[in-house]
Nanobody, 119 residues
């Protein structure tokens, strides 16, 4: 069973930067992408960035140009570099893998990592 451990969050001022890490254990065979999600209080969990096995990346418009997703296959780790952070980026951030068979993400989630951006 695949498991995810997120780290790297913290408290930063607006305009600051953070790099999140997602350590993946277990088999990722049958998956075609890793996504970064965030969940802010009172909001639904939102997919903000995705990296396909091909290396192609995509972002939600609100983070495009500020967030960069990358992966180190040798370390089974996916990163989310965030720059020019805004207070509206405050949330718990999670990663997850997307199944190839139906393009859905696993029901199992890690503990997430809290990102708090002060104004």
């Amino acid at each position: 069973q695949v498991q995810f451990v997120e780290s790297g969050g913290g408290l930063v001022q607006a305009g600051g930067s953070l790099r999140l890490s997602c350590a993946i254990s277990g088999s990722t065979s049958g998956t075609n992408a890793i996504g970064w999600f965030r969940h802010a209080p009172g909001e639904q969990r939102e997919l903000v960035a995705i990296i396909l096995n091909s290396g192609h990346t995509d972002y939600v418009d609100s983070v495009r140009g500020r967030f960069t997703v990358s992966r180190d296959n040798a370390k089974n780790t996916v990163y989310l570099q965030m720059v020019n952070l805004k207070p509206e980026d405050t949330a718990v951030y999670y990663c997850n893998a997307r199944r190839s068979i139906n393009n859905t993400f696993f029901n199992a989630w890690g503990q997430g990592t809290q990102v708090t951006v002060s104004s």
